[in-house]
């Protein structure tokens, strides 16, 4: 391959990312001149070589047709390729979820088992950041006694005291986990035995489609730009827009999904209980505008929520992850977080919360959005450094407290009068000491958070039951099922628990008794449907159990 200097290659660069979002012909044409020349000069450095696969994905998912994606797939290969061969640079990109590279990091115990599951023989243990003393004590525990003597042996890490028991075909960390669930069948201790551990995994990305390059997973038609990105977004045209009926799904798709939303956070060494604990039964695809697309995730029955849904969600940008996060849907409120993966920043970011809320004011009903202090600068100082707080206030979102809503307002105002000013980070700082909401009715309910109804419960049980949790939970579903006059001989294992945990909730009211009477039909339908296939029946009929909200 030709040889280049590092300035000619960062002009290069430079030049190709402020094309990436313009497809006129004139750009179409310096783009693909632009990747035949980086074809003949891939980077040896691990911030270039970075810098050049991000690129690459936007181009992928912005294509302006069917060459200039061609060309930027075929590049992306290129660099798989070099980087196959090139050890050193391997080591320099752990972490990135690039093919040939390694992770290491410290998930969560489901998410452990679903990767080794995926990956047979391949994932094991790195390390372990728990104390020698914890970890012969676990040993102890799930090791038969007479072993003791292998368990205490001197003072070895982890993986080399696991050593002496694994002599299976497995990898230490598959015979850990097997061992542990053979010896433990509850999974609350299983998760706690093995998070005591804190156990550090190691993986090498050896096949291409699941590599970050070429994570996909769904199929969906090819959207090419021929015009400017929009930049002037009118939300409540978007989200009034007829939503489109979901995609038809298989299992075998839905299952592909799930995949490929637990692997696009396990490359960015994160988790979401949605995508962890996702559910088969609750996928559902939304197809829309400009290669757009919306997977949204329910959680399993055990996984759920008491008192609001937590739905995950992954856009999709022409088949590629481009951003992922959640509602938690109470009633009409949902709370929402979003987080735009690094390569699409600068692109659709308005279109695609726009999108995003629109699916879920249509699909759950949803009329109030509310975002928490931190996606707009508490504790988060790049929302500070980009100004966050007005990438939201201009879609529509005002502060709650009504002391920073006059002062936003006076800051527009003085942004209308000078273009070129902008709130210091002070004032930005001072935002973060309130959510912020979108209201698309003025008769959206509830104004308050789950939480609140939460304490609600424990200040009751503290007051009434002395704080005996056990004692509030049998008593009160006993009272529960006598006022209603029913058994509970038929219900689901899993209705019943929650029948409990309602129960309690109930006896809050003042009057519970004849508030339960009132409500009877409502509220055995609101415990059966929490554990029907979907969430969402739950949560359309908590919109008209207006009974509820007196609680």
Not at 249 to 270: D, G, P
Request: with cysteine.
């Amino acid at each position: 391959m030709e040889t280049v200097s590092k300035t000619e290659f960062t002009e290069i660069l430079k030049l190709l990312k402020s094309l990436v979002f313009q497809f006129d012909n004139e750009s179409n044409d310096k783009k693909i001149k632009l990747l035949n020349e980086l074809m003949q000069m891939i980077p040896k450095k691990h911030s270039e070589f970075m810098q050049l696969h991000q690129l690459l994905l936007g181009m992928m998912a912005y294509p302006s047709n069917s060459k200039i994606l061609n060309l930027a797939q075929e590049l992306v290969s290129q660099l798989l390729e070099e980087l196959s061969k090139n050890k050193h640079l391997q080591g320099k990109l752990i972490g990135t979820g690039l093919q040939h590279t390694s992770i290491e990091c410290n998930f969560s115990f489901n998410k452990v088992k679903y990767i080794i599951t995926q990956f047979p023989r391949q994932v094991s243990i790195h390390s372990a950041s728990s104390s020698i003393e914890t970890q012969k004590a676990i040993l102890k525990h799930i090791l038969p006694n007479v072993e003791y003597s292998s368990v205490h042996e001197g003072e070895k890490d982890l993986k080399t005291r696991l050593s002496k028991f694994n002599s299976s075909q497995h990898t230490d960390l598959e015979w850990l986990i097997q061992t542990i669930e053979s010896v433990v069948t509850d999974i609350k201790t299983q998760t706690f035995i093995y998070n005591q551990l804190g156990i550090f995994i190691q993986w090498k990305i050896s096949n291409k489609k699941d590599s970050v390059s070429f994570l996909r997973e769904t199929n969906l038609p090819i959207y090419y730009h021929t015009s400017a990105i929009d930049k002037k977004i009118d939300l409540q045209s978007i989200i009034s827009r007829k939503l489109p009926k979901a995609v038809k799904l298989s299992l075998k798709e839905k299952q592909q999904l799930i995949h490929s939303a637990k692997m696009t956070l396990f490359y960015l060494y994160r988790e979401t209980e949605p995508f962890t604990n996702a559910n088969e039964n609750d996928i559902t695809l939304f197809h829309l505008d400009k290669g757009i697309s919306i997977a949204l995730f329910g959680s399993t029955n055990d996984k759920r929520y008491s008192l609001e849904s937590y739905i995950g969600y992954l856009v999709l940008k022409n088949n590629i992850p481009a951003s992922y996060g959640g509602g938690w849907i109470f009633g009409e409120r949902s709370q929402f977080g979003i987080n735009i993966l690094e390569s699409f920043r600068g692109g659709e970011s308005s279109l695609i919360i726009c999108e995003l809320l629109r699916v879920y004011h249509q699909y759950f009903g949803a009329t109030r959005f509310v975002v928490k202090p931190y996606q707009f600068g508490l504790h988060n100082p790049e929302a500070i450094k980009t100004g966050a707080f007005w990438f939201y206030y201009k879609l529509g979102f005002r502060p709650e407290s009504e002391e920073l809503k006059l002062l936003a307002l006076k800051e527009e105002q003085e942004k209308i009068k000078n273009p070129s000013y902008k709130s210091d980070s002070s004032t930005l700082k001072k935002y973060t000491k309130s959510n912020i909401a979108l209201s698309i009715s003025k008769n959206s309910y509830p104004l308050y958070d789950s939480e609140e109804i939460s304490k609600k419960i424990t200040h009751y049980i503290n007051t009434h039951y002395n704080g005996n949790r056990e004692k509030a939970l049998k008593d009160c579903f006993e009272k529960f099922k006598k006022n209603l006059a029913i058994t509970t001989n038929s219900w689901k294992t899993e209705d019943i628990e929650y029948g409990k945990q309602f129960s309690v909730l109930c006896h809050t009211h003042p009057d519970a008794k004849t508030w339960m009477i009132k409500n009877k039909k409502h509220i055995i339908s609101f415990i059966q449907l929490k554990s029907a296939k979907t969430e969402l029946p739950w949560i359309k009929h908590l919109q008209k159990f207006k009974g509820f909200w007196e609680l």
